[in-house]
């Protein structure tokens, strides 16, 4: 049953580049009425883990627990700024996907918590051949902050379902 307003909430979270958006898109797939709202939107850039709680609540999960459509404000990473307002009609499912996608504020509300893992050498190869390698220093950091996030969230125990981002959906 639905526990965010009409919306049935999943949300996948994991470490960066262990396949989070590869299986979110299959579930978006596989369930009728769903969409897809990526953590990489909301966050305000490379230092954004941190502060995106806020604006998740605010502009996504608060106005569709409330019935009404959600609107965010996608942050741009090329140009270093938000952009424009993205608006997202009210999904019989909401995939939340991206690292921090499945604190401990979700709980009860999210019908299913999924983690995604893959080892670390292989995250940084998949976000260095997507970002490029002059993006290293970048994800080094993005990916000591995301594990001190787990961590303090304990989101991995707390999941549904952990899943190998290694193997082929």
Do not use: I, N
Request: aromatic share 6%.
């Amino acid at each position: 049953e639905p526990r965010l307003g009409p919306v049935r909430l999943v949300c996948v979270d994991g470490p960066a580049g262990s396949g989070k958006s590869t299986l979110a898109a299959a579930l978006a797939a596989r369930l009728e009425g769903a969409a897809v709202v990526h953590m990489d939107d909301l966050y305000e850039g490379w230092s954004g883990l941190g502060g995106v709680w806020g604006r998740v609540e605010e502009q996504v999960l608060a106005p569709l627990a409330a019935g009404r459509p959600a609107r965010y404000r996608r942050y741009d990473w090329v140009a270093g700024r938000f952009a424009e307002w993205v608006d997202v009609p009210v999904p019989r499912v909401l995939v939340l996907e991206g690292c921090g996608a499945a604190p401990r504020a979700v709980d009860g509300r999210a019908v299913l918590r999924v983690f995604v893992e893959a080892p670390a050498d292989v995250r940084l190869e998949r976000g260095l051949a997507r970002d490029g390698a002059d993006m290293r220093d970048h994800w080094l950091a993005w990916m000591a902050e995301e594990a001190a996030e787990h961590a303090r969230e304990d989101t991995r125990a707390r999941a549904d379902v952990v899943v190998d981002g290694t193997v082929p959906l």
